[in-house]
């Protein structure tokens, strides 16, 4: 099938973008701003990329296969759909067995600093709040989301612990 076959009118059937509207009303039910966030980006470039005014029920695995889509756009489509489908929104997604999620790619070479490149780096950062702040994730290991969101309760001086327990989402 074709991206004209998916765009015939039909009083009654889904577009992708309909779809993408019920499904990310659902998630936000569930699921943290951050992921909402994350889902949204991914829909929008499958809208882009499919059309919003494409019929769910005319979706091919030839059809998703044939767009440039990243591998999280892959997951998220066949994610979105089998939601349709457990909500009665879509009949058959046996064709997303046949699509290929993208492999993913890696950057080449060491993904860390050497002790030099890190006091390099450290000494170019103006702001002490800022150095500090690069050299404490440098040091642990946290993603930047997770230190914000530490607060004096997560801090156990007489064990040098600290919890990791939340993240902290903003734009």
């Known amino acids: 099938r074709s991206i004209k076959d998916a765009l015939e009118v039909k009083s009654d059937r889904l577009k992708l973008g309909e779809l993408a509207e019920l499904y990310l009303a659902d998630c936000k039910k569930r699921l943290k701003p951050s992921t909402i966030h994350r889902k949204t980006i991914m829909i929008d470039k499958l809208s882009e990329e499919i059309g919003k005014d494409a019929y769910i029920d005319k979706l091919t695995a030839k059809c998703i296969s044939n767009c440039s889509l990243s591998a999280g756009c892959v997951k998220e489509i066949k994610t979105m759909l089998k939601w349709a489908y457990i ?31 890190l006091k390099d780096l450290l000494s170019q950062i103006q702001r002490d709040d800022c150095r500090d702040l690069t050299e404490f994730l440098a040091l642990t290991g946290m993603r930047v989301g997770e230190a914000l969101a ?16 939340k993240t902290f989402y903003g734009k």
């Open 87 to 117: 909500n009665d929104y879509i009949d058959d997604i046996n064709f997303l067995a046949k699509i290929k999620t993208p492999e993913l790619t890696h950057r080449e070479g060491k993904k860390y600093l050497e002790p030099g490149e």
């Open 150 to 165: 530490i607060t004096i309760d997560d801090i156990d001086l007489s064990e040098r612990l600290i919890s990791v327990n």
